[in-house]
């Protein structure tokens, strides 16, 4: 109303000399004689001039729904496929709610009677030796082999082509994967081979005098728990909701570390978190494990039994042991590892070795076959005091340089490399040992 007064009052008028008066549309410019004529001329350019804001009021209105609608809906989406992103990772580690190792020997063991390959009678057999065996929690040694360690010192001594020397680890039996833990179970099965070994060694006694047998997968879970109560690992305790039992979750190097520990047994993690030579290779890992294996067992012998524990070695995905390490006539090393995705049919070649050596295959690894980003092991160093193990819980961790190139994060038991000058951990006081830079295990 108040644009219609204004506007009516530019109208203005033309005298023409002869007596007329024109009046000037302040608009448009019409002139014509008659004022009330312009005056509803005037209106309809007001009406018109309304109409076309109100347009543009509502065609902008309209835009900013159209958009809230379209980010409501984005936003939908990505949550939507965030959930179920995060549904496909628990699912891919085990921690959905599908069932652990019981539940997943039962299923593959009813799929293979319904295709024929078990017949009704083995499969309530096994079904009742495995919930004997869950039960006592004690594995059944369905998966185990024995004797490969003893069995390669004899081939070595009577193998002269190219290797110069060798070092093997303690005694250790090799464990694969059964129907229960196949995709997941990798982790505990190079648990029980480290374990196999320690059980052989009196050293290892005392801290083991309640772990006399192979424990069975959902008992080594209800250790890690165990574990995780003491307080070792709050934070890596947590991405599991601090259970693991009745699941099929992946472990890594922390919860070996934990278990460990929890059972007074000294040990590192070291942290290889970048390839150290050409092609994305980690010599230095290879350096390391050649020290671990020869450090007080040098000498001009060719094969070298030692007295060490097999080492745990983790990756992204998987996680294998570390028995031994060759040492060429060029100087080429090469890692001996027992998979626990290798069949027991597989290694008991091994005990029966060929004079060509074709069954080393299985373990053989050299630097260009070992080129994930990057690596971590579990070293087994000794035992702990109940006093060491009380400060390797609640020991506070800080972070100390030690040259231009390599960092150290310190606590009590645990190591971190990064690769600047390669040190042996001996070579460090016994309440700094290196801390693994994120204490949660690499996903298997």
């Given amino acids: 109303k108040d644009l219609t007064i204004q506007t009516r009052n530019c109208i203005s008028f033309l005298d023409t000399g002869n007596g007329e008066q024109l009046y000037e549309c302040p608009i448009c410019s019409l002139t014509c004689t008659n004022l009330q004529f312009l005056e509803e001329h005037v209106d309809l350019h007001l009406e018109e001039h309304s109409f076309s804001e109100g347009g543009n009021m509502r065609d902008l209105e ?21 959930k179920e992103e995060f549904k496909k990772l628990q699912r891919q580690y085990g921690l959905d709610s599908s069932g652990g190792y019981k539940q997943q020997f039962l299923k593959n063991m009813e799929r293979e009677v319904d295709r024929g390959r078990m017949h009704p009678f083995e499969y ?31 081939y070595y001594q009577n193998e002269n082509k190219d290797v110069r020397h060798v070092w093997l680890s303690a005694g250790v039996d090799h ?121 007080d067992n040098e000498g001009a012998t060719k094969v070298v039994c030692t007295s060490r524990p097999p080492i745990y070695l983790q990756h992204q995905g998987h996680s294998r042991t570390v028995v031994g390490i060759e040492e060429k006539k060029n100087k080429t090393l090469c890692l001996l590892l027992f998979d626990p995705g290798c069949p027991s049919q597989e290694m008991q070649k091994l005990l029966k070795q060929s004079t060509d050596g074709t069954g080393l295959k299985l373990l053989r690894r050299f630097v260009g076959g070992l080129k994930e980003k990057q690596y971590q092991i579990v070293a087994v ?27 150290l994060l310190f606590q009590t038991q645990v190591c971190v490399w990064s690769h600047g000058d390669l040190f042996s951990p001996i070579q460090f006081p016994h309440s700094l040992f290196p801390l693994l830079s994120a204490c949660s295990p690499l996903i298997e």
């Fill in 381 to 407: 160093d000794g035992i702990l005091t109940l006093e060491e193990k009380t400060v390797s819980i609640s020991g506070n961790s800080f972070c100390k340089k030690t040259s231009k190139n390599l960092h």
């Fill in 62 to 82: 309209l835009a900013q729904q159209l958009q809230h609608e379209e980010d409501k809906q984005q936003r939908l989406e990505e949550e939507k496929r965030e």
């Fill in 175 to 295: 464990f694969h994967s059964s129907l229960g833990d196949k995709g997941w179970g990798c982790g505990y099965r190079n648990f029980q081979m480290l374990l196999s070994s320690l059980l052989q060694n009196s050293l290892y006694n005392d801290c083991l005098r309640d772990t006399a047998l192979i424990p069975s997968i959902p008992k080594i879970q209800s250790m890690i728990e165990d574990a995780w109560k003491e307080g070792f690992d709050p934070h890596g305790a947590s991405h599991f909701n601090n259970r693991l039992r009745g699941s099929k979750a992946w472990i890594g190097a922390c919860e070996i570390y934990s278990l460990l520990t929890s059972l007074r047994i000294k040990c590192q993690i070291i942290d290889f978190h970048k390839p150290t030579g050409p092609a994305g290779t980690h010599p230095r890992l290879f350096e390391w494990i050649l020290r671990y294996y020869s450090t």
């Fill in 124 to 154: 309530h057999k096994r079904k009742a030796d495995m919930m004997e065996s869950l039960a006592v929690g004690i594995d059944d040694g369905k998966t185990k082999t024995s004797g490969v360690i003893e069995a390669l010192c004899k």
